[in-house]
């Protein structure tokens, strides 16, 4: 027993490590180092025959607390130590010569060794969990070391069922979430996802199983126990007894005794050979003393019946074990294939019952996969020859609105150009129209001033008048002076010499007379012409008053017509102003339109090129011929219609452009209908 314990502690040593080893030294510390301590206690009372072989027990401890070497090395060291204390504890065991002591002991190894199994199931489990999928190599150990722990369950439950028919070893198991577990690893196959729990939590419910088979293990061994102290004290009574009838009847009895015992030690011996063979898993051999009316032979009868029980499940678990090995190796091609993309690998030969619905399930899933590529593979045409249509429109479309974005920046400056006239034109209007209202008043002032002018000839007319009246008068008193001076010389002339002075005088105041008259003629001819001119002047002056009145009526008339040319130009100012307001806006809009049509054009391209890839990567897949259909290829893109824009013309009207043909493009029908409002 001591053995089993030092076995069993070895085991959860061995398991604690590993988790150690696993988590990078973060997990087990504690724990592993109060199993070491009961270890260690073990090993100093365990038998000098199997301590040899702990001698690199520290070695490896050291390792493993260093993280210096690995869990499949330091899993190995353990298994072989735990090996060598289970065959040392079985042969111990099975040595024993009482038939229900060896009973018991064959159901403890059996025990034991599918703990042991169970422990090493737990370690590969761990390591599955640990990354989330088990590979073939860890799902084939999980699967043997399952399959072998079942196996020695059942060996212990045949050979213990006899002595303790209460004692079911697997009812533990089956209430426990961890069958469940299992049968979710196996059911998940070969590479398939690991169920949704960590290693550690995989680890404590593996633990807990163990713990209690090393329970149900404490249990046997304390009924061994019993059995052996009942029958060493039945023994000793015998012994005493049989003493006593040996002392009374030695001599009698002697030869007899004798023979008994070698009858008894060569059936024992017999027996306890095919006990180990037993033991060893060899099933082909009958009992040496079957027939035997004794103990020996019921003995043997009961081997006999537990060894063809054991031969049965052994056969069972074979075939269940080829099965598996079949359902494993197909489910391996059939991935294989898989993961080459042929998603031609239904698997069609039929599956054991256990496994059929997996084999339904993966060609299910296969089946499935299938169609849903070849879905892909249509639809991956369908969006490449859909996006080659919206790369070409948008390459159109991108077009037509540089276009007309550049048509409508021509617009707006021509628009710019025709604001900046009819605002130079409105503040022409309105100087001209001041202007005018000056011309019109000076107009006026120039008629009041050519009334002054006539109002001022008539009196010059009158004064010529007046003039020539006074000239007359002078000429008259210049004929009167010019007759007194020549009155003057006839009476000088008269005086002779004494009036030759005063006939000088009178004959200059007569030249002086006659200069007078000719001057005062002069000025009369002079007169008589300012005269004529002056009526002329008047007549003049009159028609350029009546002339001046009608300038002054046309120039109000203009004044009024150029202030209402200076109100529409300056209304048409104003809505040339909204008008070029409103083109900036469309041109900004536009714009805007040509940037998102850049994107979209863009996009539409990049959606072609991942169309295009999406095409080449479905491709890459095998897909039966009964659900494929015609290869993929390329849809070509059916040809925009040639649709144009109109070569762009500066001189351009609005009443043009609102009678321009219309096109379907939205971007076209809103530009319209803008025009059309402006």
Known sequence: MKLTNMAHLLQVERGQSAGFLASGGSNFRDDLIKTRLQVDSAISETAKSVQTQLNALENMRRDIDALKTVAPKMGAYYTNIIAALLDEAGNRMLGQENPRIVRFASGLVALSAAKEAAGLQRAAGAAGFSSGQFDLPAYRNFSEKGAAEQRMLHVAQLALSQHLPDLDIQKFLRESPLQGLRQAVLAAGPGGNAPDLTSLEWFNLSTKWISHLYEIEGSIATKMTDIASAEARSALFTFA??????????????????????????????????????????????????????????LN?????????????????????????????????????????????????????????????????????????????????SIFGSSSEISQASDELSRRTESQAATLEQTAAALDELTASVKSAAKGARSVETIMEDAQQEAKDSGIVVQSAVSAMTEIEQSSS???????????????????????????????????????????????????SDAAEEIKALIDNSAKQVAQGVALVGETGAALDSIAGRIGHISKLVTDIAVGAGEQSVGLAEINTGVVE????????????????????????????????????????????APLRSVPSTPAPNDSPAPVDTNWQTDEIAAAPTRRSMTDNTARDLWQDF
């Open 586 to 629: 469309l041109d900004q809009v536009t714009q805007e339109n040509a940037a998102m049509v850049e994107q979209s054009t863009a996009a539409g391209h990049l959606l072609k090129s991942d169309a295009s890839k999406l095409s080449e990567t479905v491709a890459q897949f095998k897909i039966s011929a009964s659900r494929s259909s």
């Open 241 to 298: 007894l049989t003493g006593l009838i040996v002392l009374l009847a030695i001599a009698a009895c002697s030869g007899l005794g004798i023979r008994l015992i070698r009858i008894f030690d060569t059936q024992f011996g017999a027996l306890q050979q095919d006990l180990d063979r037993l033991s060893r898993k060899d099933f082909d051999f009958t009992p040496a003393f079957l027939d035997t009316q004794n103990e020996i032979g019921l």
């Open 301 to 381: 009868q009961a081997m006999e019946k537990t060894r063809a029980e054991l031969q049965s499940a052994d056969a069972s678990l074979a075939a269940t074990e080829a099965d598996r090995t079949t359902v494993i190796k197909s489910l391996d091609q059939g991935l294989s294939r898989l993961a080459d993309r042929d998603l031609d690998c239904a698997i069609e030969d039929s599956f054991p019952v256990e496994y059929e619905d997996l084999r339904k399930s993966f060609n299910t899933t296969v089946t499935t996969l299938s169609d849903t590529l070849q879905q892909v593979i249509e639809t991956s045409g």
């Open 466 to 516: 007046q003039i020539s009246q006074i000239i007359k008068v002078i000429d008259d008193i210049a004929f009167q002076t010019n007759l007194l001076a020549l009155n003057a010389g006839v009476e000088a002339a008269r005086a002779g010499e004494s009036g030759r002075g005063f006939a000088v005088v009178a004959s200059e105041v007569r030249a002086l007379a006659q200069r007078s």
